[in-house]
């Protein structure tokens, strides 16, 4: 782009010259063609610097053991399992429903043995129908129907919408009146904002992001995910 414009620049002068300019032209048009170079110069370091790769994210401890608690987060399992997995996700993150048949799998896998917890981690910078459908989730937890409202949550990712949770909790046959209430009460803002700020604190920056007893887990595949819970009942981990 650089040597575009200063080869119009020097057409320019040229022609301008042949048309009977003067020194003082000339001079005149040399000194505004140095500005325009100096421009130019910054304006190619600038671009550089934004088609630099990014700094590389810090690497993250894969034995650190972060100390994550169920708390009043719905959980899934026996209450004295050995195995707790805790996933921080998404309601409107694709990759998040992608993992579901993954954790379902490991509760069926291992019915004595795995307890799961779900918490929210609604990343409403990208996602803006995450927020609200995490606050439809845990309305619906306040009638026993967490669990149903959240398939249904990520069944309908592209429909999450107020209209369609009032649907879905009419489905449910849940209390309407007291599920809006519940949905839009401080209480559950202080639930999503709690488990929010546990996500920072375990350096959570992304969705779906799986501990399994407190070590984040690497390989999210069947085999990765069995590898681990199986370490942990033969004592390994």
């Known amino acids: 782009m650089t040597m575009r414009l200063v080869t119009v620049t020097f057409a320019v002068?040229?022609?301008?010259?042949?048309?009977?300019?003067?020194?003082?032209?000339?001079?005149?048009?040399?000194?505004?063609?140095?500005?325009?170079?100096?421009?130019?110069?910054?304006?190619?370091?600038?671009?550089?610097?934004?088609?630099?790769?990014?700094?590389?994210?810090?690497?993250?401890?894969?034995?650190?053991?972060?100390?994550?608690?169920?708390?009043?987060?719905?959980?899934?399992?026996?209450?004295?399992?050995?195995?707790?997995?805790?996933?921080f996700s998404d309601y409107q993150c694709p990759f998040c429903s992608q993992t579901e048949p993954l954790v379902d799998g490991m509760l069926a896998a291992y019915p004595k043995d795995v307890k799961r917890v779900y918490k929210q981690f609604p990343l409403t910078s990208i996602h803006p129908n995450a927020l609200p459908a995490s606050k439809a989730a845990l309305a619906a937890g306040k009638q026993d129907k967490f669990w149903e409202m959240h398939a249904k949550l990520f069944a309908n990712q592209r429909e999450l919408t107020a209209d369609n949770f009032k649907k879905w909790a009419e489905e449910l046959k849940l209390d309407v009146a007291r599920f809006e209430k519940d949905m839009n009460s401080p209480e559950v803002a202080a639930q999503v904002d709690r488990e929010t700020q546990e996500a920072r604190a375990a350096e959570v920056s992304g969705t779906p992001t799986i501990f399994v007893n407190g070590k984040r887990l690497q390989q999210r595949s069947p085999e990765g995910f069995k590898a681990v819970i199986d370490g942990i009942l033969q004592g390994k981990g």
């Open 13 to 87: 002068m040229t022609g301008l010259v042949g048309c009977g300019a003067t020194p003082a032209d000339v001079e005149e048009i040399k000194k505004g063609q140095k500005e325009i170079l100096a421009k130019l110069d910054a304006l190619d370091k600038a671009v550089q610097q934004v088609k630099a790769p990014a700094a590389a994210r810090p690497q993250v401890d894969p034995n650190k053991v972060y100390p994550l608690t169920v708390g009043d987060s719905p959980a899934r399992g026996p209450k004295d399992a050995k195995v707790v997995i805790v996933e």
